[in-house]
């Protein structure tokens, strides 16, 4: 198969799943092997492009002309082919993982449940292999509109308002920051297509470029930068598979990996670098990661303090990109990975402490780990690479992103990093002390019980093993990063 | 001489003559296959005729073979081209639904009399697309606007009869405005052919007859177009209209009268002095954005659902008119293209509304609760149909609100940009208040067993509604057209 095929076919197996989804939707054991079998079928193929992309070839695909000179493609560059890894390689854990929830929970409309979800990594591949910032848009769409059933999952009026704030904020801000930014910047370049170097040199100078910069950051909603970041945590009455692949994994990295496409490919650090009006990006950032961690450390919902996390982690990505020094961008590049390995273990844990505990408050979770070594064990992993500690995969990212700064003498980013290191140890080391220090509570809510369901503990078993494994070989993920940097 | 030389004529002639034919006929059966013959007829002339305008350029056909400007000229250019396939398409899909929903909404011995009054509507709104005579658009706008008046009132709810009086007076007033208009302009130039109108009309600087006679036609047209405040009209109009009617006229009537005052605006005013020093396109502006923003909120406030559609048609209306307030060809691009793009999206609406209507026996939000469960086809339509309202992108609404903000970017107003897309937020809003009564709340305990309505009221909106997929998709045959038509209307100026 050509590699334009080969595109060509990646975005099309997980539609072609979503309607055998549907079509076996009375048969719940074939619907869920098609849905296993799509979502292993998806990696393949994304899989199958890496040797090539290793190699420095970028295939590229021609799908149709939407405007007059502007049509929606797709070339797999470094960036891309890193996302859609991470985002279909999960998919397979996850659905291991919402076969177990689902079904020990007894959620309806799973069906629907299933279908959405491979529409939703289509949407993420199309985000990821997108050749231009339209096609970029117009991904982007999509996945706001088909997670939006997944968020209202449960139907009730906590789930209907969760899903206003979600669809307002992410609609919102795309359709009145990105979109013009889309329409200016194919206005005054005369394309949008993702260049290495960017296409705005020289279009577009001072004041505007700040502008046009803070377009596309806050038209960027799933990145989460403050004050746009309450669609997040507004998610998290989604059943937790979809906080956990969705809002842990494929939208939110959508949000930074936009991010970051849009500073190399669009802008290009050379021009964000030479003009200083645009260095309002870094302390935004900043401001983010350490506001969200301190509400983090305030929530007792433990879905609620996972979600803030996410929200300072994202702007961890979002800083590596603003601060353009090239350690730190590749920092920001790992991280991608790095995080979200990370925290969809986090969301694992939380959702099968949900199942076989019913518990969902920090407060609660004693001396759980007696019950749940297995689940609470991979949570400390998890925790230890969001607070960025070795043997942990956070450790890496965390060291290019530092090391960047430093090289760049950027020391409020330094310190800034350092203080949310602190912070994360702050609200995460608490929940694992608990769980195997402390004594559990003899109360009326306490019922005896073990670990969650096997499919379940595999999953999280695995991506913890994946965070664990990330460290010793993170030799993918840096050689993408690095040759994305030198355009390669 | 071939049949083909005379596709201008035969245009309006068909239905106009099927018309008296199905009065003669009596039977519903013979009416609606003579109605339905006539339409698609029209329709395959209307694509002929697009095809002859690719090939050769601007048609001129003289009516009787009298040479304009003396005798009455009808003339074929991209735009016409471009609105009678819109139109007759149009009737061409909605005829088919409205043998089924009428047979639910209409009682039998009037069937025939609507199809009569639908054939003399499609024929007076073919004949305002087509004619290049000012005086024949005013009497085509009298034959589309008194057939539709009985067409309003053939409504089943009694309330019907009010909005066709309400309609009645409004399109009277507006009919008055519009032939002072004509009149004014007949004294100035002395001729009715409006090319010879507008290279007359050059020659005459500062005079205060031209003056009235653009107040007047502003206004009337204004008025028929519904753009706001003069739009009053039209929510009655549309909510108790038969259902198939609604459909119809939401994606055709107003489109119709945009397509009148862009021919005088450009065709005619376009290049005199008059035109040029009058603040038209500050107006246009206000008037737009008022309309964008006042109907989108009023819409968010209903508790029908044809009222909420019909409340953000006046909102729809506001981008059209804004699109060639801009003066430029990335705006009546725009203009052009959403006129197309709306009337898919909207008629695909209001058929399947009709359809809900048919199944559930009304379309109040209280009604209609949890018709996502029971009616899941017609609810995902109108879905994916308020999508493009919204202007999402892989919907039609996307294209014409992308060439809109494209065009206030070219004049540097970023304050206008902000508006469409804020005004854009306010489709999501109505659209989701409709999204959350159909999928969040259980439908009504005695409609709970019902379905979705049958193949023959479905399957022409779903047609619709796949066009508004398609033309976001892949737009070079309304972009293509929209662009070529702007260049022409503002080349006919410069």
């Known amino acids: 198969m050509s590699p334009t095929t080969l595109i060509a076919v990646t975005l099309a197996v997980p539609i072609i799943g979503a309607v055998f989804i549907a079509a076996f939707h009375r048969q719940p054991n074939l619907r869920e092997a098609v849905t296993l079998l799509t979502a292993v079928l998806l990696f393949t193929c994304v899989i199958a492009l890496l040797p090539q992309v290793l190699g420095g070839a970028q295939p590229a695909l021609h799908l149709l002309d939407v405007l007059p000179g502007l049509a929606l493609t797709f070339r797999v560059e470094q960036l891309g082919m890193l996302f859609a890894l991470v985002a279909s390689g999960l998919w397979i854990l996850n659905s291991l993982y919402s076969f177990g929830y689902m079904r020990s929970n007894g959620e309806s409309h799973q069906t629907r449940f299933y279908v959405c979800f491979a529409l939703a990594l289509a949407a993420s591949i199309g985000i990821a292999y997108a050749g231009n910032a339209f096609t970029l848009f117009v991904f982007y769409e999509l996945l706001t509109l088909v997670t939006y059933p997944l968020v209202t999952h449960h139907g009730t009026k906590e789930a209907q308002r969760g899903g206003r704030i979600y669809l307002g904020l992410l609609l919102g801000t795309s359709m009145v920051f990105l979109l013009p930014a889309v329409i200016f910047t194919w206005k005054v370049a005369g394309t949008t297509d993702f260049q290495p170097g960017g296409i705005l040199d020289g279009q577009v100078t001072g004041l505007a470029l700040a502008g046009l910069l803070a377009l596309y950051m806050f038209g960027i909603g799933k990145a989460a930068l403050m004050p746009f970041h309450r669609w997040l945590p507004a998610a998290m009455v989604a059943p937790t598979p979809v906080s956990a692949l969705l809002h842990a994994v494929a939208v939110v990295k959508a949000g930074v990996f936009c991010v970051v496409k849009v500073i190399v490919y669009v802008f290009g650090i050379d021009l964000l670098a030479a003009n200083a009006g645009t260095a309002w990006l870094v302390p935004v950032a900043g401001f983010t990661i350490l506001a969200a961690s301190v509400v983090a450390l305030r929530a007792d919902n433990l879905k609620r303090r996972l979600a803030y996390s996410t929200v300072s982690q994202l702007s961890y990505v979002v800083l590596a990109a603003a601060l353009l020094a090239p350690l730190s961008l590749i920092g920001a590049v790992m991280h991608i990975a790095a995080h979200a390995l990370g925290k969809i273990t986090l969301f694992f844990a939380a959702g099968a402490i949900y199942t076989a505990a019913h518990k969902t408050n920090v407060s609660q979770l004693d001396g759980i780990g007696r019950r749940m070594p297995w689940t609470m064990g991979a949570f400390a992993i998890g925790a230890l690479s969001m607070i960025g500690l070795p043997p942990a995969a956070g450790f890496v990212s965390k060291w290019y992103m530092l090391a960047g700064a430093m090289e760049a003498s950027r020391w409020t980013a330094v310190a800034v990093i350092i203080a949310s290191t602190l912070l994360n140890a702050g609200y995460f080391l608490p929940v694992v002390y608990r769980a195997f220090f402390r004594a559990p509570v003899a109360g009326d809510h306490d019922h005896p019980h073990g670990e969650a369901p096997l499919l379940m503990v595999l999953a999280l078993t695995a991506t913890a093993a994946g965070t664990v494994l990330l460290f010793f070989l993170p030799d993918v993920p840096l050689a993408l990063a690095r040759q994305m940097l030198t355009g390669g | ?494």
């Open chain 2, 1 to 494: 001489m071939s049949i083909a030389a005379h596709l201008p004529a035969l245009q309006v002639v068909v239905p106009l003559l099927a018309a008296p034919l199905s009065v003669l006929l009596r039977d519903r059966r013979a009416a609606f296959a003579v109605v339905l013959v006539a339409a698609w007829t029209a329709f395959a002339i209307a694509i002929a005729l697009w095809l002859q305008v690719s090939a050769s350029g601007t048609i001129s056909y003289h009516i009787g073979s009298w040479t304009p400007p003396w005798g009455i000229e009808y003339r074929v250019d991209r735009l016409t081209s471009f609105v009678l396939c819109l139109v007759s398409g149009v009737a061409a899909v909605v005829l088919p639904y409205s043998w089924a929903s009428i047979e639910r909404e209409l009682p039998r011995d009037q069937h025939y009399l609507f199809f009569t009054m639908f054939s003399l509507c499609l024929a007076g709104l073919l004949g305002i697309t087509i004619t290049g005579d000012a005086f024949n658009i005013f009497v085509f706008l009298e034959i589309s606007s008194l057939s539709t008046y009985v067409l309003i009132a053939l409504g089943r709810d009694r309330r019907a009869l009010v909005a066709a009086y309400q309609y009645l007076i409004m399109g009277t007033i507006g009919a008055t405005f519009i032939v002072i208009g004509i009149g004014l302009l007949y004294l100035q130039t002395g001729t009715l052919n409006l090319v010879d109108m507008g290279q007359r009309l050059q020659s005459i600087s500062g005079h205060r007859g031209v003056l009235a006679a653009l107040a007047f036609l502003t206004v009337g047209l204004s008025l028929k177009l519904a753009l706001f405040p003069l739009h009053q009209w039209l929510p009655n109009a549309y909510a108790y209209a038969p259902s198939a009617v609604s459909a119809f006229l939401a994606a055709t009537a107003t489109k119709v009268a945009v397509y009148a005052l862009l021919r005088f605006y450009f065709s005619v005013f376009g290049a005199t002095a008059v035109f040029r020093q009058l603040p038209m396109a500050e107006l246009m502006l206000v008037l737009a954005l008022a309309g964008m923003f006042v109907a989108s909120t009023v819409a968010c406030f209903q508790s029908d659902l044809k009222r909420l559609f019909a409340y953000s048609s006046v909102a729809q209306i506001g981008y059209i008119v804004l699109g060639l307030s801009f003066d430029s060809v990335t705006g009546l691009t725009a203009t052009i293209v959403h006129l197309a793009n709306h009337a898919v999206t909207k008629g695909g609406i209001f058929l399947l509304l009709g359809a809900v209507a048919a199944s559930m026996g009304g379309v109040t939000l209280a009604r209609t609760q949890g018709m996502g469960r029971v009616m899941p086809l017609s609810s995902f339509g109108i879905v994916l149909c308020g999508l493009s309202l919204i202007g999402v992108p892989g919907t039609a609404g996307f294209i014409s609100k992308w060439y809109l903000i494209l065009a206030a970017l070219e004049q540097g107003q970023w304050w206008l940009v902000f508006m469409i897309v804020l005004s854009s937020l306010l489709a999501v809003v109505y659209v989701w208040r409709f999204v959350e009564s159909a999928y969040f709340k259980a439908p009504r305990a005695d409609l709970a067993d019902v379905r979705d309505a049958p193949a023959t009221l479905l399957a022409p909106a779903m047609l619709l509604v796949a066009a508004t997929l398609y033309f976001g998709l892949d737009t070079s045959l309304t972009v293509g057209a929209a662009a070529e038509a702007a260049a022409e209307l503002l080349g006919a100026t410069r």
